[in-house]
């Protein structure tokens, strides 16, 4: 649990400096972009890169604009952006400049995203439910967010995602696991994460197009699949142990609670 509270701590802190910074030194300007995405970049880059769990830093401002630098595969960066410049499109770049358009999109507004509107609304740093990204990678994601102020005004929200496959190879890489496996729940008893190869979600997909997380029932390893009903005899806030037989093998197992009022 300690390790998971690091793991998701850093990202929280980083965006909410990244936040303080665009307040202090006035980096939005409404219809340009270019200092609030200079300075994601070089923060990005220069300070982060080795973060690996966050996969994108970005700011949505209050009048819809919206900028952001997301990790690549290997060592790359790209751009992200919505301001005067791009006529009405959330353009993404082929790198972290300029240069080349790869993918654009209408119509998209920041302020009714999962991560934009409940932060602006309470004034409050949080972390967003888990969602589907807008961009072409439709990366599922949850975001650590803070409002970004100035004289008492909202200017916009500056964000971190962190990928839920991410949290699948954090757990995958935990140093106690040894040959055990490892997953999370949340309180819908859908997988968040899990040590175990592939990925969580499943062929369901929303009303919206989108695919849907797996149930504990849908795990594709059949121990995980199997513990599910002696989860239910364990309190989920206080945790305790467990153990079942499955294929001629008894398994230990342990429910630990994880909690982030934020």
């Not at 960066?77 to 240069?99: C, H």
């Not at 999109?105 to 004034?123: C, E, I, K, L, T």
Request: hydrophobic letters at 35%; aromatic letters at 10%; charged letters at 25%.
């Amino acid at each position: 649990r300690a390790r998971l509270a690091e793991f998701l701590e850093t990202p929280f802190l980083i965006q909410s400096t990244v936040a303080d910074a665009i307040s202090r030194h006035g980096l939005y300007q409404e219809g340009d972009l270019r200092p609030v995405y200079t300075h994601l970049r070089g923060v990005f880059a220069d300070l982060y890169a080795g973060q690996q769990q966050i996969s994108l830093l970005s700011f949505g401002s209050r009048a819809g604009e919206y900028t952001g630098i997301r990790r690549e595969p290997g060592e790359g960066f790209r751009l992200i952006l919505k301001d005067a410049s791009t006529n009405g499109m959330m353009n993404v770049y082929e790198d972290d400049t300029l240069r080349k358009v790869a993918a654009a999109f209408p119509n998209y507004d920041p302020r009714v995203r999962p991560w934009y509107a409940p932060v602006a609304g309470s004034g409050q740093s949080r972390w967003s439910p888990i969602y589907t990204t807008a961009g072409e990678r439709g990366d599922i994601t949850i975001s650590a967010a803070t409002p970004v102020m100035a004289g008492g005004s909202l200017l916009g929200v500056m964000e971190a995602d962190v990928r839920l496959d991410s949290l699948n190879r954090f757990l995958r890489e935990e140093p106690l696991r040894g040959q055990g496996q490892i997953f999370i729940v949340d309180a819908q008893g859908l997988i968040v994460a899990h040590s175990e190869p592939g990925s969580v979600l499943s062929d369901r997909r929303n009303a919206a197009g989108q695919r849907e997380r797996l149930r504990i029932s849908e795990s594709t390893s059949s121990q995980i699949r199997t513990a599910e009903s002696h989860l239910r005899e364990v309190p989920a806030a206080a945790g305790g142990s467990f153990y079942f037989e499955h294929q001629d093998a008894r398994y230990f197992g342990r429910v630990t609670p994880y909690v982030d009022r934020r």
